[in-house]
């Protein structure tokens, strides 16, 4: 397991270097205004949206960006947050979210990769699932990496697809889509954010390249 790992990265080391020597990368723009997807999600409502500091936007090097909360009918609240890159290089690609909430306190306690299946079109894709912990209060947050027709759960698999896509396709453009929320077992928390993430893919499928 070791040995294909240091090879993956060997890979990925000398697939980038020859990027950057080699390969022109065409930048790929939404075809539309990100800012246009829905007020309604399923059975949740946008009740927000939040620009991002300049600071933020500048250190994330992001092309375009929706920042929004929704709520349920139960009361029940979720952030969505989308960064799209038209084109990732170096100073602009898609990072971890996971690594961001332990610097304000946030300390992860599970971690796992969950499948959500789309029941209309009988397809299902694997996402990232944390549940971070505060002291007494909890969050469940799921991520997941799309872009160039892929829904990809693992850091270092969408790193090795973006690297082959550059070389092939001369395409790197991706998103990062983030989905956060209180958890309350009790409250069935885990299962509306769940919904919510269902009702949200084929939304995204409309609204980022292919």
């Not at 946008?46 to 250190?59: F, Q």
């Not at 395409?171 to 919510?196: C, H, T, W, Y």
């Amino acid at each position: 397991m070791k040995k294909q790992f240091w090879l993956i990265i060997i890979f990925l080391v000398l697939a980038i270097a020859y990027l950057k020597v080699f390969t022109t990368i065409e930048a790929v723009p939404l075809p539309g205004d990100i800012g246009n997807m829905p007020r309604q999600i399923g059975s949740f409502t946008m009740t927000a949206s939040e620009d991002l500091p300049e600071n933020v936007l500048k250190e994330l090097g992001v092309s375009s960006y929706i920042n929004r909360d929704y709520r349920d009918s139960d009361g029940y609240q979720v952030s969505l947050y989308l960064g799209y890159y038209e084109e990732q290089r170096e100073g602009a690609m898609i990072h971890s979210p996971k690594h961001c909430m332990p610097g304000s306190g946030w300390n992860p306690v599970e971690t796992s990769v969950v499948s959500i299946s789309i029941a209309d079109s009988n397809k299902s894709y694997k996402i990232n699932r944390i549940l971070f912990q505060k002291g007494m209060d909890k969050l469940l947050m799921h991520y997941w990496y799309q872009g160039r027709n892929r829904i990809v759960a693992n850091e270092y698999l969408d790193r090795f697809f973006l690297v082959l896509d550059s070389l092939f396709r001369h395409r790197s453009e991706g998103a990062l889509i983030r989905v956060i929320g209180p958890m309350d077992p009790v409250s069935n928390n885990e299962i509306k954010q769940e919904k919510f993430i269902i009702s949200l893919l084929p939304v995204l499928q409309q609204h980022l390249p292919r």
